[in-house]
């Protein structure tokens, strides 16, 4: 079985889902959940706060620096993940397009042989 | 004892076969090389089933290279490869392996680019070289495209595998272009020889194969139709001293006539089925060309309207205008050609040329000839529309 990241992006400046959208997008992911997880393939899965809360920890000659905000300088931020097990991509890939019909596009990553336990 | 033509033969279907049995492309290719590399020092005569020997004494090498690595990837593999013991040794190589190998390069997860590449070098054994010179792309690219493309089929778990019905519409496109592109190379190579048989008849053979795996796929059935139309004319295509002969010069009493009724039967078959693509318009424009003493161009016309509809490309434009002029004559042609746009590629202005001519535009039709002579990297195309601009100056035509 091989592990996959699959993840879903914030995009700063795009409007935010109404609040009846939203409660749409957790009962439809909380329903993937549950199916992942009868079907065996369920790992971890979250959602994560806004990138503003984010704070990058950095270890440079012996000091510690903190600093506010996310690492990337970018527009684009994850903004939730599920950690899944499946025999192969196509596997993943039927997964993710459940998950992208429900949170928008879902990029599918696969974790490195070496890190899987 | 020719070696080369073996390999040709069977370099697709071995790799395809040891990719199954081991699970790993590059595994694969570097098992079957081996194999070739033991044949060149071993054969003495052909041994009665080439394929089945190169696929034995590969999978062995590549067992032999498992038990001297020692990481833990290798181990594993290794592990799968002795647990397969119901295998039969000497197995030939087995047809559908070549069909799930197609679908795992053209896995919509990889870039189409890669597709093409990658199938070529796989199941075509082509080189690097070649299949940069058939994409008019630097050699450098192709090879980190095809390296790209099967470090992701390793590390995100591409499967070797045929989809299942369900998946079949959005994974059938690109192999149906593959097989596509692999043929029209075989047909008019971008460099050497203008006719590579050996493509045109893995194409076909190919072809066959999905065919009688999809039987109710209509536009699998187009294509095989299309490829066999095209492949029927073939004998007729170049004259006695090599040179290009168009289709209305050809001698048509070469013309494979069992191809044709082959490819005609295909055609009634998927054009019943009423959901029509552009392989199976193509094939019936191929069916109209090859039925009866000439081309009845009106239906070719029409059949091609109908085309621009499903596929409106500068490609089909170009091939439409060919028709127009037979219908409507040069002039209207002309016209229908003004928006097309399709740099780098020579048969535009060569169809330019050819109508600026018998409309009896010399000087323009020259200077489009010259053109089309500067784009095309074929010698034998080449030396067609060298002969075609020379006659412009000894007038015979009366069109």
Known sequence: MKQYLLSVHFVEGAPTPSDEEMQTMFR???????????????????????????????????ATAMSDGPFAETKEHIAGFWVIKCADLDEALAWAERCAAACGPVEVRPFDDLSQA | MDLASVYRAEYGRCVATLARLLGDINLAEEAVQDAFTTALQKWQTLPPNPGAWIVTTARNRAVDRLRRESTREARHAQALLLHQQDEPQEVGPVKDDQLRLIFTCCHPALAPDARTALTLRLLCGLEVPE?????????????????????KIRDAAIPYRVPAEHELPDRLPPVLTVLYLMFNEGYASTAGPLIRTDLCGEAIRLARELAALMPDEPEVLGLLALLLLTEARRPARLGPTGELVLLPDQDRSLWNRALIAEGHDLVRRCLRRNRPGPYQIQAAIGAVHTDGAATDWPQVLALYDQLLVLAPTSVVALNRAVAVAEVHGP???????????????????????????????????????????????????????????TELTHPRRSA
């Open chain 2, 331 to 389: 002039a209207v042609a002309l016209a229908a050609l003004e928006d097309v746009d399709l740099p780098g590629y020579h048969r535009l202005p060569a169809t330019r040329a050819e109508l600026l001519a018998r409309l009896g535009r010399d000087g323009e039709a020259r200077a489009a000839y010259d053109q089309a002579i500067a784009l095309t990297s074929n010698e034998t195309e080449r030396a067609f529309l060298r002969t075609r601009r």
């Open chain 1, 28 to 62: 439809e992911t909380g329903r993937i959940n549950d199916d992942m997880q009868a079907a065996g393939a369920w790992v971890f899965a979250g959602g994560l706060t806004s990138p503003d809360s984010a704070t990058v920890v950095r270890v440079e000659n012996g």
């Open chain 2, 131 to 151: 299949i940069a010179r058939a994409y008019l792309a630097q050699e450098t690219t192709v090879a980190q495209r095809i390296v790209r493309a099967k470090k």
